[in-house]
């Protein structure tokens, strides 16, 4: 992040002139282009004082009610300023961040200064730098692949709350982010925050539409939160005695080659595969296919349409092929017919009946024409006479983009994204994720749905669904 370019920005958002920030700030016109090309910048002890003063400008014209979207092309990690005076230390924090860098660039003794470290006290303080430095890696060279590192178990409630408030900027496309993510025994991560109401399911699926998310566990839990960036920075999160938040933000290339390597040093066990890992790890171990075809799901979550109730045919129709399609075909089969808890949501059952598309793991989706989708919606009536002793559920919930699939010892959750392109699996230990899906579900009643309602809701759907269609 550069001092020129986020003036000039803070600049445009505020719709000031040039003009009116060099008076407010008691400088000629003509200084304050000397300043912006970087001839003639505040001396390092004014760098505090300038950049409040320039902070409490700006943030009198730019507050307002969620105003921090505004802000989201500069800083793609924010949160919501809740006050004018959040907003003053958010600025005053981000200009003098970008003086330091320009101090940084021109001075061995700001080098050795920035080798030592820099710490960070207070929960403001905290969340500030946090989406400040981020942010800046993130927009520097967005075609660089950025690889991150964190762990966050050991995040104590004051972090969690604090960062429960980060919004981030929704991308295009997926930005060119991979976040290595690490659990350890027990994780915290994966249990009900009783604290606050935080829908980590709901976290891992809005993750894949801004980066590339891997989960990896561990049998040495780490002493402390982090977040790394690899050959650029650490974020280390910690608690000082008296309860004070306290940040440290390291970027000695030194120091940051030996955490990577006592990082790689550890037990870490990948356990998040996307459709390419996925097939190259059947392909070299074909034994797992035939787990996979036999196991046996104790409950099955849907809150996407994954394709049960296709055949050979309907694969075979849209080009799919391989040693893996009668796997998955299988899998269906016994998840349908076996599976003790099977369950739907409405938006999913909903969203299937009018998109007609359904998803092939593996593969990708499967589309079937408005004249055909409610003869093979109706195939599950034969399959619910086979489940008459454990009936199909129906949940309403607002989970969305996400399978669960729950066995005695390993749960899947697999993961898609809106276009059923890029999709993720991520597999965990059940008894990790069972308090976890336990509060999920708690508030949302399980519904049976009986072969006749089957049948009623299909025809419903169908009468919408014509009545829609004639009005155009």
């Known amino acids: ?248 933000h390291i970027q000695s290339k030194t120091y940051l080659s030996l955490f990577m390597n006592s990082l790689m040093k550890r037990e870490l066990t990948l356990v998040s595969y996307n459709r390419a890992d996925a097939i190259s790890l059947l392909e070299a171990n074909p034994e797992i296919r035939t787990k996979i075809a036999n196991i046996k799901i104790d409950t099955a979550y849907n809150c996407i349409p994954p394709g049960y109730l296709a055949e050979k045919e309907d694969l075979e129709v849209s080009g799919f092929s391989g040693p893996n399609k009668d796997v998955i075909l299988q899998f269906f089969h016994n998840a349908l017919t076996q599976t003790p808890l099977f369950v739907g949501s409405i938006e999913m059952m909903n969203s299937l009946y009018t998109s007609g598309t359904v998803l092939i793991p593996l593969y990708g989706p499967v589309h079937f024409s408005a004249s055909k989708v409610h003869a093979f919606l109706t195939r599950f009536a034969g399959y619910m006479k086979v489940r008459a002793q454990n009936p199909v559920k129906a949940v309403n919930t607002d989970l969305s983009g996400i399978a669960i699939f729950v066995a005695e010892d390993v749960t899947v959750l697999y993961i898609t994204d809106l276009a059923f392109q890029r999709e993720k699996f991520h597999c965990l230990r059940t008894e990790d994720v069972r308090g976890l899906l336990e509060k999920q579900f708690a508030n949302n009643p399980l519904i049976d749905v009986p072969v006749d309602i089957w049948k009623d809701y299909l025809d419903e759907l169908a009468s919408r669904k014509d009545y829609i269609s004639g009005l155009f």
């Open 1 to 248: 992040m550069k001092f020129k370019q986020l003036l000039d920005e803070l600049i445009r958002v505020s719709q000031k002139t040039k003009t009116d920030f060099a008076l407010s700030m008691n400088m000629t016109s003509s200084g304050l282009s000397k300043m912006l090309s970087g001839k003639n910048i505040p001396v390092y002890k004014e760098r505090y004082l300038f950049s409040r003063q320039a902070a409490d400008f700006f943030a009198a014209s730019i507050f307002r009610p969620d105003c921090y979207l505004e802000l989201q092309s500069t800083f793609p990690v924010i949160y919501n300023f809740a006050s004018k005076y959040e907003l003053e230390g958010f600025l005053t924090l981000a200009i003098e961040y970008t003086l330091d860098e320009k101090y940084l660039g021109g001075s061995n003794e700001f080098q050795d200064r920035s080798d030592k470290g820099t710490a960070y006290l207070g929960q403001q303080t905290l969340l500030n730098m946090s989406c400040i430095i981020i942010s800046d890696h993130l927009r520097s060279d967005p075609e660089t692949k950025l690889e991150f590192f964190s762990y966050s178990g050991m995040f104590n409630q004051s972090y969690r709350k604090l960062l429960h408030r980060i919004r981030l900027a929704r991308p295009e496309k997926p930005w060119n982010v991979v976040l290595n993510h690490i659990l350890a025994p027990s994780e915290d991560d994966l249990q009900p925050d009783q604290q606050q109401d935080v829908d980590y399911l709901s976290l891992l699926v809005k993750a894949e539409q801004y980066f590339d998310l891997k989960l990896w566990t561990t049998h040495v839990r780490p002493k402390q939160a982090f977040l790394f960036l690899k050959g650029k920075f650490l974020l280390t999160f910690s608690v000082q005695l008296d309860g004070l938040p306290i940040l440290f």
